[in-house]
């Protein structure tokens, strides 16, 4: 019997490819020509200049004959990288598909959620976990501090209810659950200081908006950024179809008997607000009974208002209760309702002299013996009356 013995070639290895230990981490296995594992051994890697690995290109394999190779820095032009390892006389060389962004997974939660009710507070929050994908499929939770930002906000679906000339698109957004119905909105920015940890959460005032977030972290010398897209739902400014400020007066015609009536020929009768916003308080209207409301010949009907006066949807102009919900908060006028500023983060105002709306509510003011009508101050959150043929008030009209 003749027993023949094989002898490896001095300094021939096998230097193979084993998977991905995570994101831009990737595993080799050294083996001799017998395919046994190669412990102790050293590996040199050359990579693209630039691109920076954990080892500095010096590695020793494990007990198993497995290196770890960690990509720690890789600038774009140098993607895909071509790395050449080496191991005695044997060298191979290997394209390493890397991906910094891959690896972060996002959930959200309360996206689409309306908050055009008094119950909501007239603000959104949306919860935001990111995940590390640690290239096992097992999602790993993040304890490196994140850094988060608001990296763009799509208001396209608000139309011309967007009013702001300054570029801004943030306004109405902060940090966290609790939105401050006291600000003016002014600055192009998130409120609040942007979070660190891996939950987070994000508050909107605005509503019917698209906000694209960003987060970055660095996990074993590696930093990892991705982009992630949430949408909040209807808001209270949904309600409106668009705003046009400062205005004429509420209806644009008035005596002191009332209301004159009109047949349709009168230039002045559709003048802003009202007919602004495709509404009417005439056809046939001479005077509004505010104890009992009164049905015209062609059906206008005016119900009870929300402040001692009488309203008609047919004005085309909202309550004095959907003004108040989207303006500024201040605890000396209708404290108990509340309101976080989203006309003034939409750019609203100013508006006339006193950022003051028109409501669709009017009475008959007896002691000066002419119509008076609501007016809500924006920015205080006050209802008051003004004299109906008084200028410079913000004609918003209601949505359809």
């Known amino acids: 019997e003749i027993i023949l013995a094989y002898q490896a070639k001095e300094g021939a290895y096998n230097i193979i490819q084993r998977g991905s230990g995570g994101a831009n981490i990737f595993l080799f296995q050294i083996t001799n020509g017998f395919g046994e594992p190669v412990a102790g051994r050293r590996v040199a890697a050359s990579l693209p200049t630039g691109v920076v690995d954990s080892g500095h290109g010096a590695y020793t394999t494990d007990a198993n004959g497995y290196i770890r190779l960690a990509l720690t820095t890789v600038p774009p032009p140098a993607l895909p990288v071509v790395a050449t390892l080496t191991v005695g006389r044997t060298s191979r060389t290997f394209t390493l598909g890397t991906s910094a962004t891959s690896r972060l997974v996002f959930s959200a939660a309360g996206e689409n959620t309306n908050f055009n009710a008094p119950s909501s507070g007239y603000q959104s929050t949306i919860e935001m976990t990111v995940t590390y994908d640690d290239g096992s499929g097992a999602l790993q939770t993040i304890t490196a501090p994140v850094a988060w930002s608001v990296e763009s906000v799509d208001n396209s679906a608000l139309g ?123 056809n046939g209207l001479s005077y509004i009974d505010n104890s009992t409301g009164v049905i015209t010949e062609d059906g206008i009907y005016w119900q009870d208002g929300e402040f001692g006066g009488s309203y008609s949807p047919k004005t085309n102009l909202p309550k004095a209760s959907q003004l108040l919900a989207v303006a500024k908060y201040n605890g000396n006028y209708n404290a108990g309702v509340p309101r976080k500023g989203a006309a003034y983060a939409a750019g609203w105002t100013p508006v006339g002299s006193y950022n003051l709306a028109w409501p669709g509510e009017v009475r008959f003011h007896d002691a000066s013996g002419v119509f008076v009508a609501g007016v809500v101050s924006l920015g205080t959150g006050s209802v008051g009356w003004i004299v109906a043929g008084n200028s410079n008030q913000a004609a918003v009209c209601l949505r359809p």
Do not use: M
């Open 160 to 282: 011309t209810l967007w009013k702001r000339t300054d570029g801004g698109t943030r306004n109405g957004l902060t940090w966290g659950n609790t939105a401050d119905g006291t600000n003016s909105w002014a600055a192009d920015a998130v409120e609040n200081t942007a979070p660190t940890a891996s939950t987070i959460q994000l508050t909107d005032i605005v509503g019917s908006r698209s906000v694209t977030l960003r987060a970055s972290v660095t996990i074993g010398g590696a930093t990892y950024t991705g982009d992630h897209t949430v949408t909040f739902g209807d808001g209270p400014l949904s309600v409106f179809s668009g705003v046009i400020g400062p205005s004429e007066p509420w209806s644009g015609e008035y005596s002191l008997n009332g209301f004159t009536s009109a047949d349709g020929t009168d230039g002045n009768i559709f003048r802003a607000p009202v007919g602004t916003c495709g509404g009417t308080v005439y």
